[in-house]
């Protein structure tokens, strides 16, 4: 009797169901935002979510924990005296300048609580709720998975969030918009961003494997672009360049990392059948300044061609476009854009790249009424002025039969298509610029698209740093530290590593630099979650209320013992008293 009974939340005092206990979840968010300061302690967002957890091994009076992280390690199952060992804890879940994805992370922890077959659980998600870490739109197949988990287990799996406030201190943080290469000086665009509207005036660190100065700026509002240029010498050239903020209430933020190497000389080559179409596409294709247009035959299509470029666009016949050399030019990251065959026009039988040939009656004409405003490449501009679709009339064309579709005729079939093929892309376009197949040719509709594949290529192939946590870059086990500690590693710190005498500088994703905040009211509108706990801190009035139902129990237990003593006494002793 003087055992604790272990009662299940739900279950009946009386039951002889066998004992099932509970499974406690715990997800902590190891996101760069997390290593801001708590607005409640001296500690950072992670070590005040990892101190409540443990909170939680102590006062529920739970046997076990088990804890996933966003880094998407394999689960660590935690008992109390591991709880107490929190030097070896802080090495496991140290803080990362890596992003997070809470939806997929919620979803990964009910896939091994569903395969593990347990019953009952509660999942604990820790996270300061930034609102990149959500992103409720790109994640709404996770989201609905979720849902489905919680309704398939109707109430026995229970969800509940504890998002972790920041502190108002003064936070500034630093990226990298663009770098300007030059054969003297190498120039990084950076944007400083501040919590404060009020000017100050500040220093900017910038530290080479060489030399170190300071610079002086002077902010004057919260968001602040600064063009330093560092010079390279011929003689004496730096390999990397670490730009440092003054301190404040945020480390994780305050620093950016990159390399001195040349960027690739930007150059398009192009393989053009039919002579008029090469005329205007070689003119549609001047999309920027010091940009090197080359003309090659489809037989000099090889390896050693295409390992100078990474844009490559292509018009004619199929052999040409299904080369076996571009497969290997598309895993490695290069950009495609296919046109059709001009002189298959009056052919009606398909290939493998386009289907049959159409062509539209006289007098009328086919058009573009739908694609993504919103983003990619068809998007609006930063003034929300929409590309000039409503312009487009083409008469003859191909429908791709690779890839998904980005905009659409109003026939419901695609204009242009883009397949991802390892790294790179393939665009394939349904129509010619010229006049018996439409009116591209006028440039108001065909340069904004090439010029946005083009930047969109150039941004994507810029190798001046990496973002840690890239999964592509698990296999570098052999990155040396140059920056930062020892046993830093590409896929969690920041920082410049060497990897066979070669410098790689890897950075946090800039999206950690939002300070946008999910709502409850957002979560549950958009994932159609029924029940959705929202917790600020641990709760201990269940652990209270079992308290007192515990020590009723143990009083009438003892109440009936001394019961049983009085009827349990022998009848000649009771004669005789």
């Given amino acids: 009797m003087l055992a604790r009974p272990l009662i299940e939340q739900g279950a009946s005092w009386f039951s002889f169901s066998e004992y099932k206990p509970s499974t406690l979840v ?61 030097a070896l804890l802080d090495e496991i879940f140290g803080p990362t300048d890596t992003a997070a994805n809470l939806p997929k992370s919620v979803k990964r922890a009910m896939e091994w609580l569903a395969r593990e077959s347990v019953q009952k659980a509660q999942i604990q998600v820790y996270s300061d709720m930034q609102k990149s870490s959500w992103d409720l739109s790109a994640n709404s197949a996770s989201l609905q998975k979720v849902r489905e988990y919680l309704s398939q287990k109707d109430r026995q799996w229970e969800l509940k969030l504890f998002p972790s406030k920041s502190s108002t201190f003064l936070n500034r943080s630093i990226c990298i918009e663009k770098i300007t290469y030059s054969e003297n000086f190498i120039q990084p665009h950076l944007l400083i961003e501040s919590s404060s509207n009020s000017p100050e005036k500040i220093t900017l660190e910038i530290k080479t494997d060489q030399n170190s100065r300071v610079c002086d700026l002077h902010l004057s509002g919260s968001k602040h672009l600064v063009s330093p240029k560092i010079a390279l010498s011929k003689n004496s050239k730096p390999e990397w360049v670490l730009l440092k903020l003054p301190e404040d209430s945020c480390q994780g933020d305050n620093d950016i990392f990159l390399t001195t190497a040349m960027k690739e000389t930007n150059k398009i080559l192009l393989c ?17 300044t010091n940009l090197i247009l080359s003309k090659i035959e489809p037989k000099a299509i090889n390896g050693q061609s295409l390992s100078e470029v990474k844009f490559l666009i292509l018009q004619g016949t199929n052999t040409t476009i299904d080369s076996p050399y571009l497969v290997p030019f598309l895993e490695s990251g290069g950009t495609i854009i296919s046109f059709p065959d001009a002189a298959s026009i009056h052919s009606s039988n398909s290939s493998k790249n386009w289907l049959a040939y159409e062509t539209m009656k006289e007098g009328d004409f086919f058009q573009v009424n739908q694609w993504n405003q919103e983003k990619g490449i068809l998007a609006n501009t930063s003034k929300g002025q929409p590309l000039p679709f409503s312009f487009l009339q083409a008469w003859k064309r191909a429908i791709p039969s690779n890839g998904e579709a980005l905009a659409f005729y109003d026939d419901g079939k695609p204009f242009v298509t883009r397949e991802k093929i390892g790294q790179g892309l393939h ?151």
């Fill in 427 to 577: 665009y394939y376009f349904s129509t010619l610029p010229i006049a018996q197949w439409s009116n591209l040719e006028d440039g108001f509709l065909l340069v904004p698209i090439i010029q946005r594949i083009y930047q969109s290529s150039v941004v994507k192939n810029q190798n001046f740093f990496e973002v840690c946590g890239n999964v592509e870059d698990v296999n570098l086990i052999t990155a040396r530290a140059v920056t930062g500690n020892r046993q830093d590693s590409p896929l969690t710190n920041a920082g410049v590593y060497q990897v066979d005498n070669v410098f790689s500088a890897y950075n946090r994703p800039a999206k950690e630099n939002d300070t946008e905040l999910v709502s409850k009211e957002e979560i549950m509108r958009f994932s159609s979650l029924g029940e959705l706990g929202w917790q600020s801190q641990t709760s201990s009035v269940e652990v209270e209320k079992d308290e007192e139902i515990w020590k009723a129990l143990l009083l009438f237990a003892v109440g009936l013992l001394l019961c049983e003593s009085f009827f349990s006494l022998p009848p000649k002793l009771n004669s005789i008293r």
């Fill in 26 to 86: 715990c997800i902590l968010d190891r996101s760069t935002s997390m290593k801001r300061m708590s607005a409640n302690s001296s500690l950072s967002l992670q070590e005040t979510a990892q101190k409540q957890i443990l909170s939680e091994l102590m006062n529920q009076r739970v046997n076990k924990i088990i804890i996933f992280d966003t880094l998407g390690s394999e689960p660590l199952i935690v008992n109390e005296s591991m709880a107490q060992n929190t």
């Fill in 272 to 288: 053009i059948e039919d002579k008029r179409v090469e005329k205007i596409l070689v003119a549609a294709a001047q999309v920027e």
